[in-house]
C-alpha cells in the first residue's frame, strides 16, 4: 500500500498522497523511542513530521512544549484504538472531556490554522516505543467528511500500520535515542555491564580500558540519566531503553 522510501520524509509524503485519496488534508507522524519519562512526563518525540500542515508546528511542539500539553497525545499513550478528535467544544469527540485551560494553548493554534478535526492512530511497538499518526481536515472540507467517520478511521488505521512499517525500517541511532537521554556507545556499554552486577574494575577489564576511565564514563552516564546514584542511573537506563544491545 505504502511505496518503499530511501527517507522519513519521502515515506510520509508517499503516504499523504494516499491519505489525500482518503479525503484527509494534512498529516502528522511522530516517533519517541521512549514515550515518559520515569515521572510520566511525555516525552519529545525524536521524530516529528507534519506533511501540508504550517511550518512552525516543528518549533511549536518540540521547542515551545505544545507537545506535552497536546490532549490528544495523552490520549493515544493510553488507549490502543484509532480515535476521531475535535477542538469544537459542543462537538462529540475523544477530546470533549479534555477540552480545559491545560489545552487552551493547542487549541488556539489549531483553531488558528483551521484544522480543529482530524483522526489519531496510537502505534504501540515493542521496545516500548511510541508513534502516532493523525490525520486532519482543514475545517472548510470536514462536512463531507462527516458522513462517513468510521470509514475515515478504519482506512487511517491501515494506512498508520502499513506506514510504520515502512519508517521502523528507516531509523537509526539518531531517530532511536531519547531527546536529551543521549548516551555514548561507550557510556551504554559501561551501564550494561554495571547492570550485569560487574564492578569498575571488572568492566575496565572487560572492555580493556582504565578503571578511572570506565569510573567516568559511568559518572557521565549517571548524570545524563537523571541518576543520584549507580543503581538509580541502572534503573532509569532499563526505562530509556539502554540495557539493550548498543546500537552502532
Not at 491501515?158 to 555514548?184: C, K, M, W
Not at 567516568?216 to 546514584?229: D, E, P, T, V, Y
Request: hydrophobic share 40%; glycine share 6%; net charge neutral.
Amino acid at each position: 500500500m505504502v511505496p518503499a522510501a530511501t527517507s522519513v520524509q519521502e515515506c510520509l509524503r508517499n503516504a499523504l498522497q494516499i491519505a489525500r485519496r482518503f479525503g484527509f488534508d494534512a498529516l502528522i507522524y511522530d516517533f519517541a523511542p521512549v514515550p515518559t519519562t520515569p515521572e510520566g512526563v511525555l516525552m519529545t518525540p525524536s521524530v516529528i513530521e507534519p506533511c501540508n500542515v504550517p511550518s512552525e508546528m516543528r518549533d511549536l511542539w518540540v521547542h515551545q512544549g505544545l507537545y506535552q500539553k497536546d490532549p490528544v497525545q495523552a490520549l493515544a499513550l493510553r488507549g490502543s484504538c484509532p480515535f476521531f478528535w475535535s477542538y469544537h467544544r459542543k462537538e462529540a469527540s475523544a477530546l470533549q472531556p479534555h477540552l480545559d485551560e491545560d489545552s487552551h494553548a493547542v487549541a488556539e493554534v489549531l483553531h488558528d490554522w483551521h484544522y480543529t478535526r482530524g483522526v489519531t492512530v496510537p502505534l504501540h511497538m515493542p521496545g516500548n516505543r511510541f508513534a502516532t499518526m493523525t490525520a486532519l481536515w482543514h475545517d472548510a472540507c470536514f462536512a463531507e467528511a462527516r458522513q462517513a467517520l468510521d470509514l475515515h478511521v478504519l482506512r487511517l488505521a491501515y494506512l498508520a500500520h502499513a506506514t510504520n512499517d515502512r519508517l521502523a525500517q528507516l531509523f537509526g541511532r539518531e531517530e532511536l535515542t531519547p531527546v536529551g537521554i543521549g548516551l555514548s556507545v561507550r557510556e551504554q556499554e559501561c551501564i550494561v555491564l554495571s547492570a550485569q552486577g560487574l564492578s569498575s574494575k571488572q568492566i575496565a577489564w572487560k572492555l580493556k580500558r582504565s578503571e578511572s576511565t570506565v569510573v567516568l564514563h559511568l559518572q557521565s552516564a549517571a548524570r545524563k540519566l537523571g541518576g543520584r546514584n549507580r543503581a538509580q542511573a541502572i534503573a532509569r537506563a532499563a526505562h530509556f531503553g539502554y540495557l539493550r544491545e548498543p546500537l552502532d
